[in-house]
Every structure is written in structure tokens, then in C-alpha cells.
């Protein structure tokens, strides 16, 4: 399990891997949002600002997508020890929290045409508010300790309570929802999406995976960075102290 | 087993020789409470509809309030080390204080509930079922806190951090906590909502343990 | 006979190398003084002698036994006084001492008489009913050292046990431990002034700096 | 001068070193209020209706939650002591700190309070009105708070006493920053609730620096 | 010349009398070593001397005036050392030490070379850039002690501060104090340990002890 924790392996792997990544990315979004914005049709009913659409349910997959990729990797970094693990946790939040806003953005934007509010509490809009504060709350806890090693335990063990969590919240908030509101505004069934506007929100969506995928690669190599850098700083400082004792004494 | 007794009764004691812990709590969920109506106005069909929410709500933040001091203080002072290296398996203690906690948080919110059912007006044939959901769900709010204080222990401001990991982790046993009064006061059954809580409360039982004390044990380093 | 040792340990805080390579070895009776400046290491090596902290490198021994392997078996059988009292203000100096005695499970039938000969061999007697909150700064460092003698323990790991306390009570301290010590006990004892100990084992840690430059992982 | 300008700099860098406390604050302030929905059901036009009132009680609370570390971190280390014997007159680092506090605190929920009020749909023709009186009523509570803060120190659980002695004295605020805003959405003129308003913060600012030096004083024995 | 004297101070704690009827005279350049068993009321008595606690009888003069009639003048011209240290965790060791020189006011255009020299005297040079946190016990107590240093006050009230320190450190200490003094500074030393100071005056607390009754108030 260890063999990839050496970080030079890992860097030369995720170096053979980025480029691909990067113009696959680059790639895919061009394709998607260009056949979302040129080729794919308006909706009868909701116009133009249907387009909004290939942005908001792509973005809502990934914030989903990522909380268990973060999961997953909390519970290999506590049983294994693994410390990629604890950097890919650490890489993948804020994106993943940046994907749940841009779901809330875009779906409250969307909703102001649509509904004439900017928000409702609807079960679905609200399980993602929840999921948005679930990753602030991951990325708060992360960087409050001084220690960083600590950080990655704590953020760990918060995010696999975090999982278990999820679907008794989202359980809950659909139940509420329909208890109090029984018609939902927001039902647009998916099998009958016609395949024009399918593709593209495929295409997208391929897109966004790349998208994580490159950025958390750049974050975990940046760490190990980093890291090293303390390292030769602290030895540097050590070593002026071992010298300092040893001329006083 | 002896152990735990032991351990219960020693929080138990410091929190009624700390000038009543317990009262505090309550002053706070009855003062903040009675915020609301200066807040919304006092119209009493307005006050009986959101009652239930209300309280909900404010029983939750009371618990939320006195969930630094949770390991804090026994962190502070070193007893938490001390405990760490006794033969009481980790996980009692923390289940172990979370009971402590309960009894001297949760159970007096419950008694004070009557007194903010009245205060808002609201129709008191839900009481019964206000009062049994929660007794099913302060003491949810209790362990899912734990896992947070834990957490937080040692982080540089780890008190504010506590309402924002745990606060998300609260919304189920609140809805079906204000669930079950609903239906309860719309003359529905308040079966389901009961139910569902107690699974919720079972699930903790079971997850706070664990998570608390890895917690716990990566916080003594 | 059970020896407790410990080989070619590593010690990392904050990402800084506090030792490396130290090694030790303490038979049953001994007592090993941890010297050396500040900063060297000494309260980073009692913690990791109680398994409050890990090792990054090296093990723990106890009769050829790793104690990773058996944590709560080795917790059972330490004493570990840090620099915090564990001292409860609004309990009394009894009530205080009795419940980390009940904790270990010391016998219930001598149970009063144990606490009671603890409480006077720190001459804690005339504060038995005082709360904690009311102790000067060494009474309260008593107090704490008469959890060693309240349930018995193997080993006592102390860090600077007598920070604070007056020569008389400087000297019950040396009793205690010379007793204990008779009896089979080990103890660790980290220092910075004089304190009365026969035939010590010295472990000086300004000695054991770790190399200049940690070893690079690629 | 010189002394205050100095205390007010290090706080405030001790905010931002200890990862923003400030967005904690705020979060509270957000998550806190989001409880509300769940709690009374999601219809547009009660939560419009309570929305002014959920906003000033969460904003209170939120400012509340982080006044028991106003002074204790530094009661607790010591610094206290040093700041009392320091040239610095006591009644200006009270200020120095509360400026800092209201800093750190009052003004990101000011600037959170637009977001609250579209999840509310609240009519945004009032948020004028409710920007500025919280811009004159979340100083009043940060003085307000800064003296209970000072009188529970030292206290054995200082922490849960101090929501028991602030929150009555926070009615004040409450009342006249809620009458601005409901004026203002009922198309009346909120001028004499402002002035109210603005005249307890100059009479607090006054008395808090007296009282809270007068309470500091003897929690240092 | 000004003189600092106690005259029959008493003094009270948590409703026990800890001490009655103590007077003491320091004149410019003079020591004061106070000595006794745990809670004898060196600490209470060093509070007393700071302001931070009210006697409850006699007073405190500087120079003839009663200090509880200035107490701001007397508090700028001491240093407090007490148990606590004043550390902030998360500013380094300069930010720490700066802020308190700062707040003392000392001269802006040499400050830095002030700071300098009194990290220097505590051999904290090397730590300047550590936050707080990551210190050791004796470093976190050589930086209270560089504050002495960093800002100049008339009167040092130094309670145990040889707690923790190292062998070298405690040297320094007995240095900064002597540069102290022989420079008009007056100093007052609670310690139960071998501190080197040059004819001290000595204050022995347990021949002090009051009547064993409180006197009743009604
Ligand atoms: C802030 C407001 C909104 C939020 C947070 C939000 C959230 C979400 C989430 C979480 C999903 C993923 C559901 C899933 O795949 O399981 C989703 C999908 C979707 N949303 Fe939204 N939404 C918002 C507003 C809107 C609005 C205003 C509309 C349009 C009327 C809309 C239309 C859709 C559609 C069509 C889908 C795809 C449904 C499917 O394929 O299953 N959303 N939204
Ligand atoms: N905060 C307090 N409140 C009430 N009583 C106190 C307080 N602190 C100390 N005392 C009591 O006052 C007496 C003197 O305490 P003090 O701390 O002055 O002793 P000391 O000589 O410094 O002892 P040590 O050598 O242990 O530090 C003790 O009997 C103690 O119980
Ligand atoms: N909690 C901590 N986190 C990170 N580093 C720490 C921590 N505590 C101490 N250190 C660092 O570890 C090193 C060793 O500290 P330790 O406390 O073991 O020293 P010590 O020998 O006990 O010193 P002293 O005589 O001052 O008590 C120091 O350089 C210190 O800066
Ligand atoms: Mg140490
Ligand atoms: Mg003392």
C-alpha cells in the first residue's frame, strides 16, 4: 500500500498523467459548452435560460461525487496511514465546495426566471446548502490546527462521520420537503430528456471529472512542495541552534 | 462498568457544585426563546404556529452552547491524559460523559418545555408528543456534539468551530423532532417521526463512541 | 526478569526532529534521569514512554514486548505526571485523589486506609477537605503526586515532579520513590534541579541532537 | 493612543491567525438562521414575515456565542494581569478590545445579512433600513456583551453565565433595530427607531469602558 | 531616597487568613528573597507588591506615598512575573515579546536593537521566528523573562521564575537580575530553589503564620 506514499513515484506518475488530463479538460468543456450554448435547443416552456442548466446539473453531480472521493480517501488515511490519502482529502474540499456553490448559484439564478424567487426550500436545493456547509466545515477544521498532521486526523474522522451522515440528512430534508410542500416546483424528469440536451450535459460532466482530477494532481504535487521546502527550512534552523548550543557550551 | 459509574458521577458532581450547570442551560433556552416574540410580534396565532420550530431550535443551540466545555475543561487541566491512560476503555468515557452531559442538559430542557409551550400559546394537546420526541432527540444532539467537541479539541479557536460542523449534522432529528409535534398537533400520527428518530439515535450510539474517541486520542499528542 | 526498553527512538513534534537514534534500557528498580537544556526533548520522551504520542521511528519494549501492540495492558501499568495537575477545583483534595484511586480499581476494602496513607505522605492531611481551586501552586503539585501512591503502578514517569514544592516536600518525594523503587518499581524521572535518587541510570539528551539535515523521501 | 492603537493591531492579527474567526462568526450567523425553515416549513410568506425577527435574535446570538472569548484567552494566559499593569489605562483597552471584537464580528454579519434576507424573500425594499441599523445596533451588543463578558470572568463556568446576564440587557437593541426594519417594510419612516437606536450605542459607550474596567479589576485577585 | 516598604500588611484568601502583621523595607538596588513552605503566601504577598490584590490591612508605600493612591504610577514602574506566562500561541516569539515592549512604551528609535538584546540575554535569538505554541516549558518561561529585559521598570516581582529553566538559563537569570540591581533596580524573588543572588534581604513566610482563629466579625 505504501509503495505509491514515496512521493517521487507519485510525482512522476501524476506528471505522466496531468497533460492528458489538463487538455482533456480543456477538450471536453469547449465541446460541451459549445454545443450546450449553440447546437442544443431552447426550451419551449423555460426559453433560453435552460442553458443555464448544462452548468448546474453537472456541477451538482461533482459536489455529490466528491464528498465520497473524499470519504474514501479519510477512511484509507486513518486505517492505512496513508499521507497521499490525507493530501488528496485536503486537495479535494474546496473544490468540491466550490462545485456545491456553483450548483447554488446557478440553480438561484436559474430560479429567479423560473420561479420568480431566488431560493425555495425545497429538499434538493437544501440537502446542496447543507452539503455546501458540510465542506466548510471539512475545510475549517482542516486548517485549525497548528499541527497539520492533527488537521488531517480530525478532518478525516469528521468527514467519514460526514458520510454516514448524508443520506439520513438527505432522507430527511426530501421527507420534510414533500411533508410541507407537497408539489415541488423543481421536477424536470430525467428520462425524458431529449438525447440534444443529454450530450452536451454528458460532455460536460466528463469535463468537470477532468477538471478535479487536474487540479487535485497540481494540489497534492504543490503540497509535497511545500512540504519539502519546511523541511530544509527547519533543518537549516536546527542546525544553526546545534551550533549555537555547541559554541555557548 | 464500574469504571463508567464512576466516571458519571464524578461529572455529575462537578456539574452541580459549578453554581448549577444544569439551570443554565435552561435560563438560556427560556431567555432566548423569549426573544421571539419581541423579534416577531406577539400575536398569538403567529406564536402557536411557529411554537414547535421555535423550541426545537433553541433546545438545540442550548445544547450547542454547553458542548465546548464538554472535554475542554478535562483536556485543559490534564485529567483528559490521565483518563486516556486508566483502564477505562476510552470509548465508555466518552460515552460515559455524553450520558453526564445528557442528564445535566438535555433532561432539564425537557422539563422546561411546558413552560415555552405555554409562554407561545401553543395548543397543548401536542405537548405529550413534544415532550417523547424530545426525550428521543436531546440525547442524538448530545453525541453528535460530542464527535464535534472532540474534534475541535486543541484547534486554535476550537469554540466557534464546534456550531459549524455540528450545527448540519442536527437538521434530521430536528425535522422529525418538529415533525412528530406537528402531526401531533394537526391530530396525525406521530408514529413515523418517532420512529425515524430513534433509528437516528441508534445510529449515534453507535458512530459517537468510535469517532469521539479517535478524536480524543489524536487531540493527546 | 520484565525489562522496559526502548530502541534507537524517534521523536518528531511540529514537524521538527526532536531526537533520534536514543535508546535506553531500565530493569525493574531502576531509575533513569532525563537531563539536558530546554527544548531537548525530556517531557517529548516521558509522553512517548506513557503512548501518549508516537514514535516516528524505533519501538518500546516492555519484556521484549512492543507496548503498540498492547497500549491499555502498558497504560495499565504507568504512572505519567505531565506538567498539568489534573486537579478539579471544585473538588476537595480527597475527592479529588479518591476518584483517580477508584479509577484503577484499587482494592475497595483498604481502599480508605491507601488514601488516607497517600494523602499523608504528601502531608496533604490538613487540606484533605480544601478544594482544589483554594491550593497554592505547590499543593497542588502534591496533590498530583500522591496519585502514584494512591494505586499501585509499575512505572512512574515524572516530568519535573518537583516544580514548586518546598525542601521538606522535596524530600517525601525522594521517599516515595526510593520505596517504590524497593518494592521492584521503575521510574523516569525528568529534572532540571537536584533531586535525591540512588544510583541512577543518566540518560542526557543535549547529547542526542538528530542530524542537521532530515533524510530527504525523494 | 499609541497603547490602544497597539491592542487593537495585535487582536485583530490574533483574529486573522486563528483561521478567520471572522467568517465563523458569520457562518453561525447563516447556518443558524437556515435552522429557522426546518424548523417552522418552508412557506415563502411566514418566513417573510419572521424574517426581520430571525435575523437581529441569530445576529444577537452569533455575537453572543463569540463574546466569552473577548477576555478569556487572555485572563487565562496571564495577559490580562500584564495589561492591567501596562501604562495603557484599563478603560481604553476595554474599548481597543470591543472595537477589535465588533471588527471580527458585527461587521461580517453586516455584510451576510443581504444574503439572509433573499433566503427569507424578504422584501428587499427594507434592506436599506436593516443594513443600517444593525450597522448602529451590533456595536451596542458588542459593548453590551464586552461588560458580561468581563463580569463572568473568573467565574466557575463562566461561559453559560454570561447569555443569562446579557441577554435581557440585548431586548433594547433588539426591539428598536426589529421596529426599523418592519417600519421601513410597512413603507413608514424608521428614523425615530434608528435614533433610539444610535442613543443607547452612545450611552453603552460610555458606560461599558467604566464597567467593564470596574469588572476587570476584580476578577484579576 | 525612595524606598519600597510593607507595613503590617495582612492578607486574606478565599475567606482564610494567610498572613498578618508582615512589613519589609526594599531600599534602590536591593533583593528581597522570599522563602517558605507551600502556601505560606509568597504568591499572595508578590500580588500583593504588583497592586493585582487589595491587603487587607497595613499598605504599601513607595517613597511615603501609599501605593493605593497611584496605583497607575505603580504599576508602570514594576514587572510581574506570576505562574502564567502571558505567551500567545499563535504569534512568534519576537510578536510576543514586542507587543509587551510596545505597550511599555520604550523608545521607538532603538527598539529593535532593545528586543535584540533582551531576546539575546535568554538565548532566544534562535527561536525568534517560533510561534508560541511550539515552545518547550523552560522556553516559554525564558520569554516571560525577556520581557524584564526588553522594557526597563524600577521594581521586578518575580515569582518562582527559575521554574523549568536549564542550568545556562538560570545563570542568565541570576546575570539579568545583578545588571539589574546595579543599575538602582530593586527585585523581589519567591523561589523554594538555589537562585544566586548577592546579599539578598530574606523574608521567611512560615514564621508568619496568623493565630490559628480567624477573628470573628460579629
Ligand atoms: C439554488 C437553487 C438550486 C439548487 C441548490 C439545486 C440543486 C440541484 C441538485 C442538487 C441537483 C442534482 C439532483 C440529482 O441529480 O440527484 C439538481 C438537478 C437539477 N436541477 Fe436544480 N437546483 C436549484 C435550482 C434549480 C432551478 C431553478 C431549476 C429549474 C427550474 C433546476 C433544475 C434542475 C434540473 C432540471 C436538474 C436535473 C434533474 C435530474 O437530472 O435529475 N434547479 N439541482
Ligand atoms: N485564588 C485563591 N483564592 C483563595 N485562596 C487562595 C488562592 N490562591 C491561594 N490561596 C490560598 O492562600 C494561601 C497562600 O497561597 P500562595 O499561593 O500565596 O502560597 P505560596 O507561598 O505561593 O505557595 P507555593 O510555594 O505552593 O507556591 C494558601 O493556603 C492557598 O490555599
Ligand atoms: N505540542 C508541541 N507541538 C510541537 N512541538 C512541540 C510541542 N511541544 C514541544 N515542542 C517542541 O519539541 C521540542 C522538545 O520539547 P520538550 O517539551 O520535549 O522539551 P523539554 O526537554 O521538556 O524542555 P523543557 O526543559 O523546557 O521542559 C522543543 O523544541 C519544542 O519546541
Ligand atoms: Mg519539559
Ligand atoms: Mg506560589
Keep these: 500500500m505504501h509503495r505509491f506514499a514515496n512521493p517521487a513515484r507519485f510525482t512522476r506518475l501524476a506528471d505522466r498523467i496531468l497533460p492528458f488530463a ?228 | 462498568m464500574r469504571g463508567l459509574a464512576l466516571l458519571v458521577a464524578r461529572d455529575l458532581r462537578l456539574a452541580l457544585r459549578q453554581s448549577a450547570d444544569a439551570w443554565l442551560a435552561v435560563l438560556f433556552f427560556v431567555l432566548t426563546a423569549a426573544l421571539f416574540p419581541f423579534g416577531v410580534g406577539p400575536e398569538p396565532n403567529l406564536l402557536a404556529r411557529i411554537a414547535p420550530g421555535i423550541i426545537w431550535v433553541v433546545a438545540l443551540l442550548a445544547v450547542l452552547l454547553s458542548l465546548e466545555r464538554l472535554f475542554l475543561a478535562d483536556f485543559e487541566d490534564g485529567s483528559l491524559e490521565q483518563l486516556l491512560l486508566s483502564p477505562l476503555p476510552l470509548e465508555l468515557a466518552v460515552l460515559g460523559k455524553v450520558l453526564a452531559h445528557w442528564l445535566t442538559t438535555g433532561l432539564p430542557l425537557i422539563a422546561a418545555a411546558p413552560l415555552l409551550a405555554v409562554l407561545f400559546h401553543m395548543d397543548l394537546s401536542g405537548l405529550g408528543v413534544l415532550l417523547l420526541a424530545m426525550l428521543l432527540g436531546t440525547p442524538t444532539l448530545s453525541l453528535v456534539g460530542a464527535v464535534g467537541a472532540a474534534l475541535t479539541l486543541g484547534a486554535r479557536r476550537g469554540g466557534v468551530l464546534i456550531p459549524l460542523l455540528v450545527l448540519p449534522l442536527y437538521v434530521p432529528a430536528l425535522i422529525f423532532g418538529v415533525g412528530a409535534t406537528d402531526a401531533a398537533l394537526l391530530g396525525l400520527t406521530a408514529r413515523p417521526h418517532l420512529l425515524l428518530l430513534g433509528a437516528v439515535l441508534l445510529v449515534m450510539l453507535v458512530i459517537t463512541p468510535l469517532a469521539g474517541a479517535a478524536a480524543l486520542r489524536q487531540a493527546i499528542e | 526478569m520484565a525489562n522496559f526498553e526502548g530502541r534507537s527512538l524517534h521523536c518528531r513534534r511540529g514537524g521538527r526532529d526532536v531526537f533520534a537514534e536514543l535508546s535506553f534500557a531500565l530493569p525493574p528498580g531502576g531509575a533513569l534521569l532525563l537531563t539536558g537544556p530546554n527544548g531537548s526533548g525530556k517531557s517529548s520522551l516521558l509522553r512517548l514512554m506513557a503512548g501518549l504520542l508516537k514514535p516516528a521511528g524505533g519501538e518500546l519494549l516492555w519484556d521484549g514486548q512492543a507496548i503498540s501492540e498492547a497500549p491499555e495492558e502498558h497504560a495499565a501499568r504507568l504512572h505519567y505526571l505531565g506538567h498539568l495537575d489534573a486537579v478539579k477545583p471544585v473538588l476537595s483534595v480527597a475527592e479529588n485523589l479518591r476518584f483517580w484511586a477508584d479509577l484503577r480499581g484499587s482494592a475497595a476494602s483498604d481502599r480508605n486506609t491507601t488514601l488516607d496513607a497517600a494523602l499523608e505522605r504528601f502531608a496533604l492531611t490538613e487540606l484533605a477537605a480544601v478544594p482544589g481551586r483554594l491550593l497554592s501552586a505547590g499543593q497542588r503539585r502534591r496533590l498530583a503526586l500522591a496519585r502514584l501512591v494512591a494505586a499501585p503502578a509499575d512505572l512512574w514517569l515524572l516530568d519535573e515532579p518537583s516544580v514548586g514544592l518546598d525542601h521538606a516536600s522535596v524530600e517525601r518525594l525522594a521517599a516515595a520513590i526510593a520505596g517504590h523503587r524497593a518494592a521492584g518499581g521503575r521510574v523516569v524521572v525528568a529534572t532540571h534541579t537536584a533531586l535525591h535518587l540512588t544510583e541512577p541510570l543518566r540518560l542526557s539528551l543535549d547529547s542526542l541532537a538528530p542530524p542537521p539535515l532530515p533524510e530527504m523521501v525523494w
Design chain 1, 22 to 249: 489538463a487538455v482533456g479538460t480543456v477538450v471536453a468543456l469547449g465541446v460541451g459548452f459549445y454545443l450546450a450554448l449553440f447546437v442544443a435547443p431552447g426550451d419551449y416552456q423555460q426559453g433560453e435560460s435552460v442553458r443555464i442548466m448544462y452548468v448546474h446539473v453537472p456541477s451538482a453531480w461533482m459536489a455529490m461525487f466528491i464528498y465520497v472521493a473524499i470519504a474514501v480517501a479519510s477512511a484509507v488515511a486513518l486505517i492505512w496511514r496513508h499521507p497521499l490519502a490525507d493530501l488528496a482529502a485536503k486537495a479535494s474540499s474546496p473544490v468540491g465546495a466550490g462545485f456545491a456553490f456553483l450548483t447554488l448559484v446557478t440553480g438561484s439564478l436559474w430560479g429567479r426566471p423560473m420561479w420568480g424567487t431566488w431560493w425555495e426550500w425545497d429538499g434538493r436545493l437544501t440537502s446542496m446548502l447543507i452539503l455546501f456547509f458540510l465542506y466548510l466545515g471539512h475545510m475549517a477544521l482542516l486548517n485549525a490546527f497548528e499541527d497539520s498532521q492533527r488537521g488531517y486526523r480530525a478532518a478525516a474522522i469528521l468527514a467519514l462521520v460526514g458520510v454516514v451522515n448524508i443520506p439520513i440528512i438527505k432522507f430527511s430534508v426530501d421527507w420534510w420537503s414533500t411533508l410541507h410542500q407537497p408539489a415541488s416546483v423543481m421536477r424536470l424528469d430525467g428520462p425524458t430528456i431529449h438525447p440534444s440536451m443529454l450530450w452536451p450535459l454528458l460532455i460536460v460532466a466528463v469535463g468537470f471529472k477532468l477538471y478535479y482530477l487536474t487540479v487535485v494532481l497540481l494540489r497534492i504535487k504543490s503540497e509535497l512542495i511545500a512540504a519539502r521546502l519546511r523541511a530544509l527550512d527547519l533543518a537549516t534552523v536546527k542546525a544553526a541552534e546545534v551550533q549555537g548550543q555547541a559554541v555557548q557550551g
